[in-house]
């Protein structure tokens, strides 16, 4: 199976290289007794290992992806995290581990972590239309709307979208098992007809249902390596515990889509808003 991983992970590479790779959902991670594997099998490293592993991993993924991974260096007595290029930089001209500095190289990926339903946000989808007058009035509303997609990171800048595109796709692996509309945009024009009462003014809104998926950046390991004075040393797991496949728990990104119904149609509630208008605007 670790065959098969490597080779798929590196045809993923071949086919974008200006992104992270693809991770499939059947990454295999044994895990620890004492450290629970989660999505894809990684195995949560936040509090287990030193300084802001959330930071690491987002800033490690960040990275562009070279056809032999991306690369990183932990100081395990600190727990700073330097890139490839700021190591060479900050700590050795050469890409080899020193004294309390430990490189490593890998593949990241995207595992689905949870998913679940929301209602949006109440969007005005008509003008607003009033009556001035004494008594109830009727109108034509004409209310529009288009879906909306969009991802958020719980740590680090803004995430792209083209890369959010790609994980929440299911081009990037991440087990999307489910359908929903991402990217799938769809729109609707209705009219209706609705009673205004007197010194009042009244908008058609719309409540999207949406759906939310969470996922986890996670890093597969090829190379761990560390030297305490006694030569360089090699590894294929995680600091040399019983896995390869890491992630830390409060770096996640959540991806955001409007629903559709099997018609495709946009999911959600009609509704209204009222207000009242000026009295000294409205007859008597």
């Known amino acids: 199976m670790r065959t098969a991983l490597k080779a798929q992970l590196k045809k993923s590479a071949l086919g974008a290289a200006a992104t992270a790779l693809a991770v499939s959902g059947v990454l295999a991670g044994t895990g620890s007794a004492q450290a629970a594997t989660g999505p894809g099998g990684a195995t949560n490293i936040r509090g287990v290992d030193p300084g802001n592993t959330d930071s690491m991993i987002e800033r490690l993924c960040a990275q562009k992806t070279s056809l032999t991974g991306v690369y990183g260096a932990l100081n395990v007595r600190t727990g700073e995290f330097k890139t ?3 190591y060479l930089r900050d700590v050795f001209g050469l890409w080899k581990p020193a004294g309390d500095w430990e490189i490593f190289r890998g593949w990241c990926g995207y595992a689905q972590a949870s998913t679940w339903s929301t209602k949006g946000t109440p969007v005005r989808t008509s003008p607003w239309i009033g009556n001035r007058g004494s008594k109830d009035d009727k109108e034509t509303f004409v ?3 288009s879906t909306k997609t969009f991802a958020k990171k719980s740590v680090g800048g803004s995430i792209s979208l083209s890369l959010a595109k790609s994980i929440f796709s299911g081009e990037l692996g991440g087990n999307i098992n489910y359908e929903w509309g991402w990217e799938k945009t769809s729109s609707f024009e209705r009219r209706s007809e609705k009673t205004i009462p007197p010194c009042r003014q009244i908008a058609v809104t719309w409540t999207p249902y949406q759906r939310v998926v969470r996922v986890n950046p996670i890093f597969y390991v090829e190379d761990y390596q560390w030297n305490k004075g006694n030569g360089d040393k090699t590894v294929h797991t995680w600091r040399n515990r019983s896995y390869r496949t890491i992630f830390s728990y409060g770096y996640y990104i959540d991806g955001t889509s409007d629903k559709l119904l ?4 946009p999911d959600g509630r009609d509704d209204k808003w009222e ?7 409205c007859a008597r």
């Open 143 to 145: 209310s529009s709307y």
């Open 275 to 281: 207000e009242k208008l000026d009295p000294k605007s």
């Open 84 to 86: 490839q290029d700021e």
């Open 262 to 265: 099997p018609n495709g149609q």
